[in-house]
């Protein structure tokens, strides 16, 4: 594989460039340092959140606010925040580490994400040196908490429409409008909000719970996540001074989709974190639950889930440090005392947005996978509250929601893919010169797929835009479908180089890594031959389609291999170890 070309590297990227043409991180990469904050923040986890998992599901504000401070204590909520404001400012990977950890209790992650993350980063990125001395030493020792509040009754996924309203008083703005949804509203001392300067200009302000004016709603009784705290906001002519304005009058769309960007990588650390938990219970319970006379994990179709739920854990892992990887890269080195820092920082998750959003789309349809073949694998058991599947497949639901729903976000991939080929960022090819051919070495069937289904992408996807052009978007069907093939190759392509730099580095599970990169690709590379096609179909008819349909068909060639096979390997593997077998330490 040609590991150079770093220089090119941006977002997007991979689908017209060879499989394994840029650098990727792995988890085997982790710095002795990260795997040390990981490993607190582990026994922060299982000595002080395991313990109290059924007291949190109650929603206990108290219980939540001490559990933070602790957390803070811990350093575990100062992880991005400068140094000089009492931070420790560390990349982006090893905060996966942590997201991970912390994910193993989902109302508790929703509380510590939304506090370190879409509360605080804010004013980590777009705070005066003023607002960031007078809120991040407390935000990072949990003495406060912090709330991010853009959602509003009418201003949900079109969240421009918003119309709280602030206006200049002299030295105060006062707000007016009201917000929904808002994580940690019963815990937050600290919240961002976003309102529009005169009803026009979109700009981002901090109001802090005291402030005149601004009240609470009730708790919002939902399907999961019971522990974390959810409530409506009312501004009523709230006064606030002057100095609160957070960046720029009309700069609030880059705070709120930029800091919402970061968000979606975060969520999907999240997710995998608590899949790993997931995989470990229902281990457990279909090594115990006996039919037929044998346990049920001798059984092919219940192999095939715990081997299903192990390969979603691996691709997720391989997707997440990959993206983060290319993000810390770029953005790590920008040093905070930098005047444009925050704004080349921003730039950077620009750039990335559609491996962002992806991250986010499939970790979470993963968790939703995962969630529902544990509920499977334990029966009817799965379906009673006494059994840990119930909670998970409820509390795992929000994770399509929010951050942008999972439809936003394919529109954001596809959007931003138009937008690439359009300004020739991505340079599309339709010919059929240079067939991929198979290689050698243990990825080298699956590499060869991979080659086959980016050009089956390249092809569909370019002669959509050369029919419709960027009204392409318009049609969100097929759009989506764009988002889901270039989704699906990431996915692919992220879980072979990692299995390749496994078996090269000689890791002791690299063959339970080949084998679910295999089985992977075995499995996905047929949906994007379906999707190009069906896209041509969208945009073609007749003696038009009858022609794409058989220049398509030059891009096929795959032959599958044995799925079964595979998949009963890894699944001797997991029953052997009774947790996804592959650690970071
Ligand atoms: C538990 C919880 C916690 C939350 N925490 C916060 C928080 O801390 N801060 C905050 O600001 N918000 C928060 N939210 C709000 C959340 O971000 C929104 O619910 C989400 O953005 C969707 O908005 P909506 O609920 O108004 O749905 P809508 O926007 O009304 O969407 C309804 C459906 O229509 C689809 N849809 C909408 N527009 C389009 C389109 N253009 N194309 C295709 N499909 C579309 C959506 O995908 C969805 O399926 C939270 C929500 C929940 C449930």
Known sequence: MNQNNKAQLGGGVFLVSPVGAFQQFTPEELSDDAKAIGQAARDFVEGEILPNDSAIDKLNIELSKKLIRMAGETGL????????????????????????????????????????????????????????????????????????????????????????????????????????WITNAGLADVFVVFAKVDGKKFSAFIVEKTDSGFSLGTEEIKLGIKGSSTCALAFENCRIPKDRLLGRIGFGHRIAFGILA?????????????????????????????????????????????????MRIYVAECI????????????????????????????????????????????????????????????????????????????????????????????????????????????????????????KGCMAWA????ELAKRQFQYSTATALEVVGQKLIENQEASARVADMAMEIYAMESAVIRASKMKTASHRRSDFACNMANVFVNETVGKIRNNAYILLAEVLEDEGLGNAIKELAAFDGCVPISSAKLRDKTAVELIEKGAYPIEQF
């Open 77 to 180: 909520l100062s992880l991005e925040i400068p140094e000089e404001f009492e931070g420790m400012d560390l990349d982006k990977l090893t905060g996966l580490l942590v997201l991970e950890e912390v994910g193993r209790q989902a109302s508790f992650s929703v509380t510590y994400g939304a506090h370190t993350g879409i509360g605080t980063l804010p004013i980590v990125y777009f705070g005066t040196l003023e607002q960031k001395a007078a809120y991040l030493p407390k935000l990072a020792s949990g003495e406060w908490i912090a709330a991010y509040a853009l959602t509003e009754a009418g201003a949900g996924s079109d969240a421009m429409n918003s119309k709280t309203v602030a206006t200049l008083d002299g030295d105060y703005w006062v707000l007016n409008g009201s917000k929904m």
């Open 262 to 310: 970061i968000g979606r990588f975060k969520l999907g650390a999240g997710c995998n974190g608590v899949a790993k938990e997931v995989i470990k219970f229902t281990l457990k319970y279909a090594s115990e639950r006996v039919q037929f006379g044998k346990s049920i994990n001798n059984m092919g179709l219940i192999r095939q889930k715990l081997s299903d739920i192990a």
């Open 447 to 450: 590499s060869h797929a991979i």
């Open 320 to 439: 997440n440090y990959r993206t983060v990887g290319y993000i810390n890269d770029q953005m790590h080195n920008i040093p905070w005392t930098e005047e444009s820092a925050a704004s080349r920082k921003m730039e950077v998750m620009e750039e990335f947005q559609i491996e962002a959003s992806l991250m986010k789309v499939w970790d979470s349809e993963a968790l939703g996978a995962i969630a529902d073949d544990s509920v499977q694998v334990f029966g009817g058991y799965g379906f009673s509250s006494e059994y840990p599947p119930e909670k998970i497949y409820r509390d795992n639901r929000i994770n399509r929601l929010f951050e942008g729903t999972n439809e936003i976000n394919r529109m954001i991939i596809a959007g931003q893919i138009f937008k690439k080929c359009g300004n020739e960022t991505l340079k599309l090819r339709k010919d059929t010169d240079d067939l991929p051919t198979i290689g």
